[in-house]
């Protein structure tokens, strides 16, 4: 198992939490 492979979707809900509340800031 490698250690990398829990992490890529980790970082994909990351980038979309991240994306959400900065389209609210900015809208």
């Known amino acids: 198992m490698n250690h990398?492979?829990?992490i890529i979707?980790?970082?994909g809900i990351l980038v979309?939490?991240?994306r959400q509340?900065?389209?609210g800031t900015l809208t």
């Open 4 to 6: 990398e492979s829990p």
């Open 9 to 11: 979707p980790v970082f």
């Open 16 to 18: 979309v939490f991240v």
């Open 21 to 23: 509340k900065a389209c």
